[in-house]
């Protein structure tokens, strides 16, 4: 089992605050995505990382593929309370039929 | 709209029924997957399905059942099950599977399980 330790597990922040949620693994992963699940829904993709040390921003998120390809972080500008919700790291593991999440971030940002 | 869609949303069941999850997919895409999402516990990969030909199974107990009849459907059949097997059951489905690359998953709303 490939395991990814996301930290922290729960984060409540002001509205307008940066954050940073990360995403560890002993192990190297070929790619790695981020996923948000909001209440009731089922967790939609924000990001695909594959290069060890690739940044990809989207709009207020910035995202980042560790150099070694076994950790990642999700950074937030300005946290808006519609960023609410669970964030999920997830790697795919050697035959590519597997596929990890993390254990997730669950955020809250109070207006 | 995900474009993947599950019924029923909540069921409640006890453990000497026999009740069936359903999912189904408007996206054309070749891959099906069911997950288990348990509370403090990581998304857990149950079953993949490439095809309607399922290419991995992660010890998942023989209480759950899948069922694949083509590329759209994918069922998940639960009988005799246990407490522990509440959760919420999620579908997904992705353009293809295997190799080393991610495809994006696309995730039904899930299935809301509670056994008693």
């Known amino acids: 089992t490939q395991l990814l330790e996301q930290s922290p597990q729960f984060l409540s922040i002001q509205e307008g605050e940066n954050l940073t949620v990360y995403c560890n693994s002993s192990?190297?992963?070929?790619?790695l995505q981020w996923y948000r699940q909001e209440p009731g829904e089922g967790p939609v993709l924000l990001v695909t990382?594959?290069?060890?040390?690739e940044v990809k921003k989207l709009k207020r998120l910035t995202f980042q593929f560790g150099d070694a390809r076994k950790d990642s972080s999700l950074h937030i500008t300005a946290a808006q309370p519609g960023d609410t919700g669970l964030y999920l790291c997830?790697?795919?593991?050697?035959?590519?039929?597997?596929?990890?999440f993390g254990t997730g971030t669950s955020l809250t940002v109070i207006p | 709209e995900t474009g993947v869609t599950q019924t029923p949303r909540h069921l409640v069941m006890g453990m000497t029924n026999k009740k069936s999850l359903k999912c189904e997919q408007h996206?054309?895409?070749?891959?099906m997957y069911w997950y288990k999402q348990s509370a403090k516990k990581p998304l857990e990969l149950m079953f993949v399905?490439?095809?309607?030909?399922?290419?991995e199974n992660n010890s998942v107990p023989s209480r759950f059942s899948p069922e694949c009849p083509n590329s759209s459907h994918l069922f998940l059949h639960l009988h005799t099950l246990q407490p522990e097997d509440s959760a919420l059951y999620l579908c997904?489905?992705?353009?293809?599977?295997?190799?080393?690359?991610?495809?994006?998953?696309?995730f039904g709303p899930g299935t809301r399980l509670t056994v008693t």
């Open positions: 997904a489905s992705s353009q293809d599977v295997g190799g080393t690359a991610l495809y994006e998953q696309y």
């Open positions: 192990s190297v992963f070929s790619s």
């Open positions: 990382v594959v290069t060890g040390g």
């Open positions: 997830a790697g795919a593991g050697r035959t590519g039929n597997q596929f990890y």
């Open positions: 996206l054309g895409h070749n891959a």
């Open positions: 399905y490439s095809l309607e030909e399922r290419v």
